[in-house]
């Protein structure tokens, strides 16, 4: 039996990476793969319960530190309680957001430092990492805008930290692609919801060997 893969999303505020999720499983299910799909913050209850910590409230609610060790939390118990289960059932695992967030976001944009980050990572969490990164790449006003009109004020608390650490976000993630170019794959998520998932669904048929077929909705 073939190993199932650990694929990841990532991308600044309104990616589309709630989309392409569905879309993603979608296509899965159509090829008849077993897709267990996910996200962080949250996934398992104990990363949910950590999630109405992290994305609710003000900006400056919580130290960036602090901030930080919360979602490494979460992780530890979404991988132990989650993800590491659904790997060894044989199901592939599809995940709306993961380690690549808490580097970027805390350790780039809010300024802790990425050294410690990656050395917790790996006390935590070993050599474990996706198989698969896509990284959904778009203007953080153009993403903010999606999300304004969505009108949700609900777990609003990153929204709301300004254009300027927006943009230090994609600088970020864009960093991070040409540190990981076999891992990370970027995708112009400015297109329509329906090419970036064709270029998804390209990307991870090329990664896995498999043959997926594109959905029309999900
Ligand atoms: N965070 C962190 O700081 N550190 C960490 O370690 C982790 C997370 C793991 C919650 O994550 C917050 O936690 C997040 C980072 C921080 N910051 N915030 N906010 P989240 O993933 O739940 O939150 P999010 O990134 O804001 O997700 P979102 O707002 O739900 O956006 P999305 O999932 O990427 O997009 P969407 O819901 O699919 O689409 C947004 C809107 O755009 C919606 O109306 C769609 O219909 C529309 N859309 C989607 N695709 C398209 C295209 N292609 N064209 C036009 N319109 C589109």
């Not at 778009?138 to 009108?151: I, K």
């Not at 991070?176 to 270029?199: C, F, G, M, W």
């Amino acid at each position: 039996m073939r190993k199932p893969g650990f694929i990841t999303l990532e991308g600044g505020e309104g990616a589309g990476k709630s989309t392409q999720v569905r879309l993603l499983a979608a296509a899965f299910s159509a090829a008849g793969l077993g897709l267990c799909t996910t996200r962080e913050p949250g996934g398992s209850p104990g990363g949910e319960a950590i999630r109405g910590l992290v994305v609710n409230g003000a900006a400056d609610k919580w130290h960036p530190v602090t901030e930080s060790l919360l979602f490494m939390t979460a992780r530890y118990d979404h991988l132990e309680a989650k993800i590491n289960p659904a790997l060894a059932r044989g199901e592939w695992v599809l995940c709306d957001r993961f380690y690549d967030s808490t580097y970027v976001y805390q350790g780039v944009a809010k300024a802790v430092g990425t050294a410690w980050l990656d050395q917790l990572y790996a006390h935590l969490f070993g050599n474990q990492a996706p198989d698969l990164t896509l990284l959904l790449d778009l203007p953080p006003s153009v993403g903010l805008a999606r999300t304004a009109s969505r009108g949700n004020v609900d777990e609003s608390r990153f929204e709301s930290m300004g254009l300027e650490y927006h943009e230090q976000l994609r600088a970020g993630f864009h960093a991070l692609a040409t540190k990981y170019p076999e891992r990370i794959h970027s995708i112009d998520a400015t297109q329509s919801a329906s090419h970036v998932h064709a270029a998804i669904v390209s990307a991870v048929n090329a990664r896995f060997g498999l043959a997926l077929i594109p959905q029309e909705s999900a």
